[in-house]
């Protein structure tokens, strides 16, 4: 109690001291957004594209539970957002069961190839870069433990968008421009998304015939087809032919895992997220500092409201990087670092009238941009969040011939030293956290977002917007975002933010010692949220979007 009274008397030290910043906001009215809600009584599927988004529809529909909805999205939304996701990369779900009130994470992250090595820094492109895949094998984990179709039934809107293609959007179109040095350097990543050589420009067809026979043959064949037949045969004679690390044997032994979500309590709410080696920790423990505070009486996006988070953020980067890595081959204190006695600890370093000049991990004592998420929800209240990723911007810029197959470029998210060092088959860190949030027992919102190291900044200020200020799910995607971590650089305490912030709290942020690193007003630096909420009077699904990225959402 001692540790919570502090942190309360350091509001009320600010809003002395920062009168404009801390204006008692007590009732919400709804904001003007860019995007409308989407509503509907029975099921619904928010995702990066509206292509993938129709594509879940169609399953929820035609019977298909949640995880069959999410399935289907996830395969579709690797073909129409190839940028981001696809075949090649990785990913993370957790499942919430509404019949149980149980919930599951399924991890199919990649992982190290066996022999793997590096006489200096990972390579960001190339074949050197690349890790297994875990996509299909964690796609038909999931459908097979907890879905009721078929892999070809789920698997026939990625194959249709494949081969009869699709038009490219601004956002797709940016981001071939910005990574066309990269891509120019391999032959078939060209003729995939350039003409005659050129870029391919917003409106233009985008068809990817390799990539409807692959999904074709994983449909007939099931996991078994990636991961040891001629899809896999093609995958290491790449590999063979140009330097890469990835054999037969690292395809065959690969597995997706089941794990228990990290859970959590946010102010009567139950929060269900991605375990390690991923960022669901560093998001419930976020969330669990913040308790110790009265963020609902703050105004939005007032110099206490965004300095509150940055301190919050800061910590939670720190102990996420001292701390996760792959849990079979590090030990990671989740318990502790979830605990509300250690929560109330870190929130008694805050000063609510100053910035910590440095932020370390926490003492445990002794211990034993691209990326892409969906949501879904059906109508039995079933939820899926679900992130997946190449790594950067087209991943490896490496596409297996004849496949249609773009390859991450997970490696370089190993660390030189720590828990997240490298090893034979461990998987890498990253930032991913898609969550579940529940009330009273019933599923309240499934959400995710990805961004890279903003993933875990977004998502707590998603959090947040929800719960604290009560906003609805589209407010609380294009409420302006900022992001800070616990790194230190040249620049004192350096934190982007987009310029629809108040000017008063740039100023007054300024004014505390932050180095403000101003962005586009809807920035795709902080990612793309895709979110779902259930009203829990009306039971009816709200759906909200990014505008930051091509975010659709439907439902029937």
Excluded at 41 to 46: C, D, I, L, P, T
Excluded at 347 to 355: N, P
Excluded at 502 to 519: I, R, S
Excluded at 526 to 539: E, L, N, R, S
Aim: glycine share 10%; hydrophobic share 45%.
């Amino acid at each position: 109690m001692l540790i919570r009274s502090r942190a309360w008397r350091h509001v009320a030290a600010l809003t002395i001291l920062v009168v404009l910043a801390a204006w008692v906001s007590t009732t919400r009215t709804p904001a003007q957004t860019k995007q409308p809600q989407v509503e509907a009584k029975s099921g619904m599927v928010a995702s990066a594209h509206a292509l993938a988004s129709q594509a879940g529809l169609e399953i929820l529909k035609a019977g298909g539970n949640a995880v069959d909805a999410a399935v289907a999205a996830a395969f579709a939304i690797g073909v129409a957002e190839p940028n981001a996701s696809g075949l090649g990369g990785e990913g993370m779900m957790v499942v919430y069961i509404a019949r149980t009130k149980a919930a599951v994470a399924i991890d199919y992250r990649s992982a190290a190839p066996a022999r793997a090595a590096f006489k200096g820094p990972v390579p960001a492109t190339g074949h050197q870069a690349v890790a297994i895949p875990g996509t299909v094998a964690g796609l038909a984990l999931a459908l097979e433990k907890y879905g009721t179709m078929t892999l070809p039934r789920v698997l026939a809107p990625a194959v249709r968008i494949a081969g009869q293609g699709f038009v490219v959007s601004p956002t797709l179109a940016a981001a071939i421009v910005d990574n066309f040095e990269e891509i120019a350097k391999n032959e078939p990543l060209v003729k995939l998304v350039c003409d005659a050589g050129l870029p391919l420009e917003a409106g233009a067809t985008l068809k990817n015939p390799d990539l409807a026979r692959t999904l074709d043959a994983i449909a007939a064949g099931g996991r078994d087809a990636f991961y040891r037949g001629a899809i896999a045969d093609a995958i290491v004679a790449e590999m063979n032919a140009n330097g890469g690390f990835l054999t037969k044997e690292d395809l065959a032994a690969y597995a997706a895992i089941e794990r228990t979500p990290i859970e959590g309590t946010y102010r009567g709410f139950r929060l269900v997220s991605a375990p390690p080696p991923v960022g669901g920790l560093a998001i419930v423990e976020n969330m669990h500092l913040l308790e110790q505070f009265p963020v609902g009486t703050l105004k939005p996006f007032s110099v206490a409201h965004v300095h509150l988070m940055a301190e919050v953020m800061r910590r939670g980067f720190a102990d996420w990087s001292a701390y996760v890595g792959d849990p079979r081959f590090v030990e990671v204190p989740v318990a502790r670092l979830l605990s509300k006695p250690y929560a109330a600890s870190r929130a008694g370093e805050i000063a609510m009238d100053k910035v910590s000049p440095k932020v370390a991990a926490g003492d445990l004592g002794k211990l034993s941009p691209s990326t892409t998420s969906l949501s879904v929800v059906d109508k039995a209240g079933n939820m899926v969040a679900l992130t997946q990723t190449i790594s950067d911007f087209f991943g490896a810029k490496v596409v297996v011939p004849g496949t249609g197959i773009i390859l991450n470029n997970e490696m370089k998210n190993f660390s030189a030293r720590g828990p997240n060092v490298m090893a034979p088959g461990k998987r890498m860190r990253t930032t991913i956290a898609p969550t579940i949030a529940i009330k009273d027992g019933k599923a309240f919102a499934t959400i995710g977002t990805p961004g890279a190291a903003r993933i875990i900044s977004t998502m707590t200020l998603l959090l947040s917007n929800l719960i604290d200020f009560k906003m609805g799910i589209q407010e609380a995607i294009e409420a302006p975002r900022f992001f800070i971590r616990d790194a230190a650089g040249p620049e004192a305490n350096p934190i982007d933010v987009e310029t629809r912030l108040p000017a008063e709290t740039v100023a007054a942020l300024t004014n505390m010692g932050y180095t403000v690193k101003p962005t586009k007003a809807f920035d795709l630096f902080f990612g793309g949220a895709q979110g779902i909420v259930i009203d829990p009077k009306t039971g009816r699904r709200i759906g909200g979007a990014d505008p930051r990225r091509d975010g659709a959402v439907v439902g029937y």
